[in-house]
């Protein structure tokens, strides 16, 4: 290591004299009881101000490193405990690392990620403007504390004619909490519902994080299987009593099926008996294909039914709002636990999206959407059909921004993935989602949200030249 500190600025130049004497205390270049050079001579070894020095003296003092004796100078004290922390700090001629680590790379290639909107396709330019004059009109007291930890009042009611409109729910705006993200809404459900030992009966598949999340809690997760009728109610426990059961009936993730009525009445039946909850995840049905979107199990009955919601789909994930409609019976026990979380959620983003969604473009963003999803939708169908013929069965398709696309003849891995990776495709096996391995091992869940119908085609036959599949083929 260089004695010398480089000619930067003097406020880098006391960083590194201060992380240089610090790493020699660290290795045993300067023991315990021993005495520092002089002022003097160190700034003269290091060539640097006498003054930096004795800043830095006194700094290590202050941190417990050194102690300063009258007429006698200033000693190494005795740290106790390991000094194995060499190589944990920079030294004199390091120079900050500025760039992401390899793991936060971005892809590049063709991603058919599930349930991922087109983010080049949000209107930036109009949330810009709304919430610059949020910004810039706000009252000092909304930069503090809310004490209201269920969000902006605002938000909350234009939720609820949001969902009025869209989705045909009925609720109040004292029955909606504002959430960071859907995933936090369901810890919080957790929370609530679950300890170590309890049952949650989940479908399965399911999301990977959703089931992480369930079994963050202890709680023992019974696997509910699912058809082209969404959940198979019948195959739900009768030997014990969930706590709770989750449930996405709209368009179940990944599968795409719609829970029917007959199963809805079915399931709001078990709920009612066991004095278990149901947690509605609907998280994308606004953007159906044909007709209207599919209305809410909530809509059957709200005292048995926490519906959650999110923003992250129909606008995009890092804005970080989501949302729950809570029967009341809950709804105190939620709070407190919102508050015991984080709070709040930060208070003039809830009220950017509040006028976003009061002003009808949340609504005008949905309408345009759902045609260029419909298009690139329609491109990946006539793809896979086109490349592979009789060899794919194509479901699940209705609404959301993924289908399901079963390749007789071909199983799907996570080397099969990550194979496909290197050639700038990324795919996803059905059977990441599942609890129970081995039935899906055909499937791939492919989005078309966030890919171009140019990219769609050209994803599509690089898959065909790696499987060795196509509809000539056998």
Aim: with cysteine.
């Amino acid at each position: 290591m260089s004695n010398q500190i480089r000619p930067f600025t003097a406020d880098t130049k006391t960083k590194q004299t201060y992380a240089l004497l610090r790493e020699r205390i660290f290795q045993g270049r300067y023991v315990a009881g021993s005495s520092l050079p002089s002022t003097r001579d160190l700034a003269s070894e290091l060539g640097v101000s006498r003054a930096l020095i004795v800043d830095v003296y006194e700094q290590l003092i202050a941190e417990g490193y050194l102690e300063g004796r009258q007429g006698s100078g200033t000693y190494v004290l005795d740290l106790g405990g390991s000094r194995q922390f060499q190589g944990q700090f920079m030294d004199s001629d390091s120079s900050v690392e500025m760039t992401a680590p390899e793991s936060a790379a971005r892809f590049n290639g063709i991603d058919f990620r599930p349930s991922f909107p087109a983010l080049d396709h949000v209107p930036h330019k109009k949330w810009k403007e709304m919430m610059m004059s949020v910004y810039d009109n706000a009252h000092s007291s909304e930069f503090g504390y809310d004490e209201d930890a269920a969000g902006n009042w605002l938000l909350r009611t234009n939720i609820c004619r949001f969902l009025l409109h869209v989705k045909g729910i009925q609720c109040l705006p004292s029955q909606v909490i504002v959430t960071a993200g859907a995933t936090q809404a369901i810890a919080l459900l957790c929370k609530l519902f679950l300890k170590p030992g309890d049952a949650v009966a989940i479908e399965d598949p399911t999301a990977s994080f959703i089931y992480n999340i369930f079994a963050s809690t202890g709680a023992d997760i019974v696997p509910v299987p699912v058809d082209d009728h969404g959940m198979c109610v019948n195959s739900l426990p009768t030997h014990l009593q969930p706590k709770c059961v989750f449930v996405t009936p709209s368009h179940q993730f990944p599968f795409g099926s719609i829970l029917s009525i007959g199963r809805r009445i079915q399931l709001l039946d078990y709920a009612r008996q066991t004095g278990c909850y149901l947690i509605e995840d609907d998280y994308d049905s606004e953007f159906r294909y044909a007709g209207m979107p599919v209305h809410a199990l909530r809509e059957l009955d709200s005292e048995r039914v926490v519906y959650v919601g999110t923003f992250s789909k129909n606008l995009y994930p890092s804005l970080r709002l989501g949302y729950m409609v809570v029967p009341q019976e809950i709804l105190d026990a939620l709070l407190r636990l919102k508050r015991l979380t984080d709070m709040q959620c930060p208070t003039l983003p809830q009220i950017t999206l509040a006028r976003f969604i009061g002003d009808g473009h949340l609504e005008r963003h949905i309408t345009r959407m759902r045609r260029i999803y419909g298009k690139r939708r329609n491109r990946l169908i006539a793809a896979l059909t086109e490349t592979f013929g009789s060899k794919v069965n194509i479901s699940g398709d209705a609404a959301g921004l993924h289908l399901i696309a079963k390749l007789s003849g071909h199983k799907f891995d996570p080397l099969t993935a990550a194979k496909l990776e290197e050639r700038n495709i990324k795919i996803y096996p059905a059977e990441k989602y599942t609890i129970a391995k081995g039935k899906y091992e055909e499937s791939l869940i492919m989005g078309f949200g966030n890919v171009t119908e140019a990219q769609i085609a050209e994803g599509i036959k690089t898959l065909a030249q790696f499987t060795n599949i196509n509809k000539k083929a056998h």
